[in-house]
């Protein structure tokens, strides 16, 4: 195999050359969705959300902004609408592929 790809010819069929073509795509698209939907945030849910990716608690995130608890779940409910989360494990994860990580 390595003696016919250093050759020019490929090695792997046109069908898993597409599939792989489509699945790069795919994820680029995936990733600036993320991103775009992110900048629709206001910075308040910007914040609740990189908590969230942090694996932050509702009581915890309200300690670190002086909110009430109450107030840090609306925070949730609605940014889990927004973004088309179903949980706030999902969430965490799209923070974190949208690079929202107080520690970079």
């Known amino acids: 195999m390595i003696r016919v790809a250093a050759q020019g010819h490929t090695v792997m069929s046109p069908e898993a050359t597409q ?3 489509v699945s790069a795509r795919t994820d680029r698209k995936h990733r600036l969705d993320r991103a775009t939907l992110v900048s629709t945030l206001t910075d308040r849910e910007v914040q609740v959300l990189t908590c ?3 694996g932050l608690t509702n009581g915890q995130i309200a300690r670190r902004f002086f909110l009430t ?3 840090v779940k609306g925070h949730v409910s ?3 609408e927004k973004l088309g ?3 706030r494990t999902q969430a965490g994860l799209l923070a974190y592929e949208a ?3 107080r520690n970079r």
Request: charged residues 30%; negative net charge.
């Open 19 to 21: 599939r792989l073509i």
């Open 52 to 54: 969230l990716g942090e």
């Open 69 to 71: 608890e109450a107030t």
């Open 78 to 80: 609605r940014l889990l």
């Open 85 to 87: 989360c179903g949980n």
């Open 99 to 101: 690079g929202l990580d």
